[in-house]
């Protein structure tokens, strides 16, 4: 597992600087976990969310998308096992107080033995952790957390608590008085949104199984050990479609869309190779298959997407703790069911991660006789949170009215951005770093020929183009096929 600190903590320095993500409320020196989106990022992740959405509700013409609410009530959490088994196992180091989970722990270790060579004995390790976290054998994992000696970074010694599980969610009161019967969750997933809402759809939608229902939402999780940036946060993103089918239908369901996500990966322009499947060994308390899309961070592969077999786990809790049906009558074969689930779960923050990741690069483009660098993200136009630039050359001579014009005749299409101050040099690295495809320039030749100089990102080529083109040359690049 090859891990690039430097370049991780690259990019998070380069999101602060260029308007991508700020830590929360940074005035008052942040908020653990918690990130705020900038004028860049919020593009970025709004063009990311809309190619998802699109993809599920437009090219799939059995997926509908709903908004749910972030609070429900209070019984849907005990239904869907979240109140009894949303926790992690986490252990204490007890001179230091710090409490880890007690995987990140063990990973964190077989990490190590692989940087310094021994890659055997840190599968054995991950493999030895699979099967104690399968068996929720706790003392098993206590037991190898000190077979293997590992130690808390910060007291250094190897005293630890015993292995205990906490629970993720997020409580807070409904109303005035913080009685109990008041309490309610923050939603940890939106999945639950979707279950509760699964006949609404069905009936006013005439939806006929198989079919989908996508959502895309908050959830919060009071994750313990929260760090490596928006990967892991305390309030983030989810995109998430459950897709109901005949029940002993779940097999080919699943390897479909493990397939068909693993399809829409690809299309975001990223290599292959990048990307890998990791099956569970532990399975959820809901599941029956399920595996995780994983991508190659400079943190090394991570989990970007969970592909789930969920079964008929939710709708039939539902059913048993709402005392309504949710069963489905199957007009072809005129029968009554509770429909199977095949649910495909994506973290929209982890996305926002993986595409940058992907397109951060940083050139050095010194000749003989000059030192120059510049950082480019390498964003597909689409995603892109800008997609044109447009700069006069000059602030006068009639130059910026004519980049007006161009502004104006574009900018009811896709973002454009308009400036005028600094070198055209200084402004193309400007470009580069927030990761605008194509720049346009007017100078004084512009004026005698209508035509202006566009300039490509990823290659700094440059041709030139009659003003009348732009719009067509600029759109034509911006169709992500899936
Ligand atoms: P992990 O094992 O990394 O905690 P998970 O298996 O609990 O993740 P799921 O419950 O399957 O995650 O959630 C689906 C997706 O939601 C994940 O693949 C991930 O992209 C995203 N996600 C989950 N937790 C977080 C978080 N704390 N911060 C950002 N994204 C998250």
Redesign the pocket.
Known sequence: MATDSNRFQAIISHCKEYGFIFPSSEIYDGLS?VYDYGQWGTELKRNIRDHWWRSMTQFHENIVGIDAAIFMHPTTWKASGHVDNFS?PMIDNKDSKKRYRV?HLLEAHADELEKQGDAAGAKAVIARMDELLAASDYDGLKKLIETLDIKCAISGTNNWTDVRQFNLMFSTQLGSVSEEANEIYLR??TAQGIFVNFLNVQKTGRMKIPFGIAQVGK?F?N?IV?RQF?????E???M?MQFFIRPGTQKEWYEFWKEERMKWHRSLGIPAEKFKFHDHVKL?HYADA?C??EYEFPIGF?????I?SRTDFDLRNHQEYSKKKMTYHDPELNQSYIPYVIET???????VMMLLSEAYTEEDLSTADKKDSRSVLKFPAALAPIKLAVLPLTKKDGLPEIGKDIMNTCKGYFKCFYEEKDTIGKRYRRMDAIGTPFCVTVDHQTKDDGTVTIRYRDSMEQERIAISEIKNAVESKLKLTY
């Not at 928006?230 to 305390?234: G, V």
């Open positions: 976990a992690d995987d940890p997933e959830a999780r994750e929260a928006i990967f892991r946060m305390r983030f993103e989810q998430e959820a399920a995780d899309i991570k989990e970007v997407e969970g789930h779960s994506i973290g929209l923050d982890r996305t």
